[in-house]
Each structure stands twice: as structure tokens, then as C-alpha cells.
């Protein structure tokens, strides 16, 4: 196939973030032909990666490297992980990132250090609409040397959202006095390692009902072993512990439905002490400790704390795209076409229905969000759906309409879904299959069409791929 050159093809595509969705565009825009030019905030790559770098992962490495960074690596002279070992935040920038950002054209393509604070097109505000599309986009970054421009012809943003942590309150803004700092930390401490003094023989409250939170109660069970006056209070700012379980043995990642069984050993057993429907609405300081006024089952209570961790998720920082025209779901702040089929409200399925640049595109043409921030605020992104989304996203920035929509993947099931089970099945996502006199995948399928949506985004079919 001929592909026709334009006149911006002489620019490079920028990424923002040099994380392994990050890298992996990168690699993928080599492969095709085009430069890549990366932006990293921190000094190396997979800055987010080595902050919660203690954390093994509950995917092996099998699903954790991208194909075309694997060739790219592999040409260079680089020996492949165990495919079926787990590894730990820090190993994947040790042993994959570092290794990929060190392959010479990489290497000349990455700027650390450097903070995207701007994106536009060149010439032309957010409003004006004169020949947008093919104005090619200027980037403003910052890094130890002052203030900088560059022009690309795209723009790729797989920058993440690890820097903007959500809140206690369970309106989705800080409770009251908590934007004051102090003994709370957000995401996944290293309980057992660099900060176990803060934690061992101390008072915690960790809130939150997903995977960092399990880690994190986990992780203080360790140290309760250690040293019993070891206090864990669980905060769950829904009711019950259903979804907060995993799908445990169900899970096709066994790691992580691990997490889920022994969490739930550790209920049976007294270990925990749990707050199911959750509700802060001040922290504040007494002498030494960190006090939180708030309500659970109904109740009102006050707990006195040596340490918070609030492990609620992520949400995506638009700030510095604020003169580009983005279209995002009012609800999940993922692109509109991609939001149904990852919205918590409709299923938790850690299997996501098939997608690429179609269901990214947003109205501002070769701009695509790729990555955990493509996702917004929805939770269970795993890598491989990073990196199919830029296998896509690259294809169709390289003419190969085809090979955009030609959509690879498949990820194991998780077992578990939000959606309520309205009948009796032993499998199947989103409740269990629907009726068979009814056109849909399953219960939640069908009562979504039944109310004039679409359906809630599982039942498509998988493409799989030969690393899957």
C-alpha cells in the first residue's frame, strides 16, 4: 500500500510519559517509519512504575511487554524476562523500561526531566477552526533549563494518571482538612520497606476497595505478624465486600484473585477491622495523631489514627490540553465511545471489549489519550490494553487504515463483575447470560439495551493474539 507523505510528516510525534504504554508507541512509531519524540517528567523512565515499585504486579510477564518493543530489544542483543513470573514495579523499569530506553533511537528520542505544561495547535487558539486540521500541534514543556517549544505532527498522551490520586471524600473533593498534608499518603506506601517504621505497631486506616488498597492491608498484615499492637482499620466507602473480594479463584491471573482469597482470610479471622459504606467528612490534628470524623453503617464515629492511606483510585489531569478540543464522557472522563464499555456502573469486567483508535479519537485530529488516563476514573486497565490502544492509534497515524481497526486482544477474566447476578449461571461477565429468546451477551447486557443503550460493552468478541 502507497502511503502519501504530507507536508507535517517531516515532524515528529510527540508522546507524553515514558511509561511502558509510553515507550511502546514509541517503539511502534519506529517501526513505522516515523520519530518519535518523548517527554518524561521525571529524571528516568517509568518514573510511576518506581513509585510504587515494592508492588509485584498480578500480571506475569507475558502480558507486560509490548510486541514491537520486544523486537525493537531483542534486535539490540536483549534477553526476554520468564514469561510466566510476576514481576515488581521496580523489576519492569529495571529489566524492560531502562534496557528499551537505552536502544539508540529511543534513547535520542527521550527528554527527562521535561514537564509537558502545553498543547496546541500552531497558530490557532482553541476556538479558531481555519485549516485545524492541518496545523500541526506545538508542545511547550519545561524542564532544568527553562521553558521550550517543539512541533510535531501528532500528539500521543499516555502521561498517566499517577499524579492525580483521588480524594477521601466520597463527593470526589477533599474532605475537610485533608488537602493539609500530614500523616496521609495516597496510593500504595511501601508499608514493609522504606516507610515501616511510619506504619509497624501504629494505628492505619486504609481506604478503598481495589487492588492497591488490598495490597496495603496485606502489606500491614505482614508487619501486624511482626508486631501485633499492629492496628488495621479498612474503610470501604460502599456496603459490603463483594467487589472488593476479586473474583479469586474465578480470576484467569491467579495473583490477582490471590489478593482477593487473602484478604477475605484475613476478615474471617479478626484481623481486620472493617467499615463497609463509609463516609469521611474531616480529618484534623491532636497533639501527635490524625483524627477522622466520619460515618460507617449509619453511624457516626471518630477514629484516632497514627497514619491514613487513601488507595481510591486515580482521575486524569486535562490542564495542560486546555486549548485542544477533547471529548470526554461527563461521567467516567474517558473518550465517549470508549466510556460504556468501561464504566464501573455498568460492569467491573477486567476483560474489555475490543478497541482502538475509533473509540479514542477525540474531535482534535491526531490527537489521541492512551494509556490508564485514557481510561479516566474507570479502574482495571492492565497494560496490554495500553498497548494494543497505540498498535492502533500508530497504524492509523501511518495511512494503514485497515491495520488501525483490525483490533488484537484479549485479556483473562477476572471473575467478578458490579453488575448484579439476576439469575443462576456458574460463568459468564455482567451477571450471566441473558435469556436466549433475548439479543444480548448477558443480564447486564440486556437490561442496558432495555433501557436504550448500546449494551454494557462485553459482548464482543476477542481477537487473540500470539503473546496473549
Known sequence: MEIKMRSDDMFPVAVVGAGPVGLAAAARLLEAGMTPIIFERGNSVGTALLEWGHVRVFSPWKYNIDDAARRLLESNGWAAPSSDCLPTGREIVDDYLLPLSRVPAIEQAIKLGATVTAIARRGLDKVSSGARSGAPFVIRYRDGNGEHEVVARAVIDAS???????????????????????????????????????????????????????????????????????????????????????????????????????????????????????????????????????????????????????????RPDFSFLRELRLSVDPAVEAPPALAPLIDPNLHYCGTVPPHGVDELSHPEKDFYIVGSKSYGRAPTFLMRTGYEQVRSVVAELAGDHAAARRVELVLPETGVCAATPRISTSSGCCGGPAAATVDACCVADAEAKSEGRTGCGCGQTMVETEHA
Open 160 to 314: 498517566g494518571t499517577w499524579t492525580q490520586p483521588n480524594p477521601m471524600g466520597v463527593n470526589g473533593i477533599p474532605v475537610l482538612g485533608e488537602s493539609a498534608g500530614g500523616p496521609v499518603s495516597y496510593g500504595i506506601p511501601d508499608v514493609t520497606g522504606g516507610r515501616r517504621p511510619d506504619f509497624v505497631g501504629k494505628r492505619t486506616l486504609v481506604v478503598g476497595s481495589g487492588h492497591s488498597a488490598i495490597n496495603v492491608a496485606l502489606a500491614l498484615l505482614e508487619l501486624q505478624q511482626a508486631n501485633p499492637s499492629t492496628e488495621i482499620h479498612w474503610a470501604l466507602r460502599n456496603h459490603g465486600v463483594a467487589k472488593l473480594l476479586g473474583g479469586g479463584l474465578n480470576d484467569q491471573l491467579p495473583e490477582r484473585g490471590a489478593l482477593g482469597l487473602a484478604a477475605k482470610k484475613a476478615m474471617d479471622a479478626g484481623k481486620l477491622k472493617m467499615l463497609t459504606s463509609f463516609s469521611a467528612s474531616r480529618i484534623a490534628r491532636r497533639n501527635d495523631k490524625v483524627v477522622v470524623t466520619a460515618t460507617a453503617d449509619g453511624e457516626a464515629i471518630e477514629l484516632e489514627l497514627d497514619q491514613v492511606v487513601v488507595a481510591t483510585g486515580f
